[in-house]
């Protein structure tokens, strides 16, 4: 029997089997626990997104990431001038010493004046805070995800010797532990910020995007307009992968939902979205306007025209004298 048996809260979701094994009551795979409840931990957070052991960087991660002026702060903030290190994080070898004294807090100093003073003492007392440790991954965490980075840039070797050269007390995450622990903790905290600043609106407006992806898997992407103190405020409520055939009776459906699931039923007055018919009968059920895409109709607009033979051949001649005026190469007018 595995030793956590009775004590970890994945046997809430498992149920015990012979030979060291649980079968999830979710799924029914079987899973091997012999050395522990970490497989089991595992396969509950990666397939069924249910954390049984929350990570103790995850409430200040998600303090972090509520603060609705968290985004703001992090941009405003100028670069910070360099500082020379201090002369006795030096020896007059070159190699590094150990700090001094005076860069240590002062109840470390009482702790430090009281007794022996060794590498291993000073290496204790300089040890980075847990609150530190886990501010810092928050903010590797935002980096990675406003600068679009892959989560295996943690595994980087330079990135990570980067980090070290910063501050050699701070221990950079594990890819999985970015991916499956810390990331899904920040996005719940976000999207409950978002959700309860909705709750507030009044009135709002939609915008509908329907796209394909190259393997044929159809998306729909929805963003919200509204107006806060008197500043535009836009979130993107939701890139919704769609299961079923995209007619107008389930686009409209799955608009429904996500207006209801944000506290918008009621609240939106115009929808704007592209020209396409599932598109129009969609946000005409339940939305009061619905409005085409300017730069969509603008488009279709200038495809019909490049149809007419008469354009066409104006064009052509046009784009020969350009040629001609600024001495390039004479090619075609190409039209897709």
């Not at 649980?22 to 799924?27: E, R």
């Not at 070290?164 to 594990?174: A, F, G, H, W």
């Not at 500043?231 to 995209?246: D, F, I, N, P, Y």
């Amino acid at each position: 029997m595995p030793r956590c048996f009775k004590s970890s809260r994945v046997w809430d979701h498992v149920t015990k089997l012979p030979l060291d094994t649980a079968k999830c009551n979710l799924c029914g795979n079987v899973i091997e626990c012999a050395g522990g409840t970490s497989n089991i931990a595992r396969h509950l957070r990666r397939n069924h997104k249910i954390e049984t052991t929350p990570h103790a960087a995850s409430a200040t991660l998600a303090a972090m990431f509520w603060d609705k002026n968290n985004n703001d702060r992090a941009q405003a903030q100028p670069p910070r001038a360099p500082q020379p290190p201090p002369a006795s994080h030096t020896a007059t070898t070159g190699t590094p010493a150990l700090p001094s004294l005076d860069s240590l807090p002062s109840s470390s100093i009482s702790t430090v004046a009281s007794t022996t003073v060794t590498p291993f003492i000073l290496a204790k007392l300089t040890k980075m805070p847990a609150e530190k440790q886990h501010k810092i991954t928050g903010r590797l965490c935002h980096y990675i995800v406003k600068s679009l980075r892959p989560f295996s840039i943690v595994e980087d070797t330079y990135f990570r010797a980067f980090l070290s050269e910063l501050n050699t007390s701070y221990k950079v995450p594990s890819r999985g532990e970015v991916s499956e622990r810390f990331l899904p903790k920040m996005y719940e905290a976000a999207l409950l910020n978002v959700k309860t600043e909705l709750q507030e609106v009044e009135y709002a407006a939609l915008t509908g995007d329907g796209w394909t992806s190259r393997v044929a898997d159809h998306y729909l992407t929805l963003t919200v307009h509204y107006m806060k103190d008197w500043e535009m405020k836009v979130r993107v409520l939701q890139t919704l992968k769609a299961e079923v055939s995209q007619t107008g009776d389930n686009i409209a459906a799955e608009i429904g939902q996500s207006l209801e699931d944000f506290s918008l039923k009621g609240k939106v007055e115009v929808m704007t979205t592209d020209n396409a018919k599932a598109m129009v009968n969609a946000t005409s059920a339940g939305i009061p306007l619905s409005l085409g895409c300017f730069a969509h109709t603008l488009n279709l607009s200038t495809q019909k025209a490049m149809n007419v033979p008469t354009v066409g051949t104006m064009l052509a001649i046009v784009l020969k004298e350009k040629q001609k005026a600024l001495d390039r190469p004479s090619h075609n007018l190409i039209l897709d």
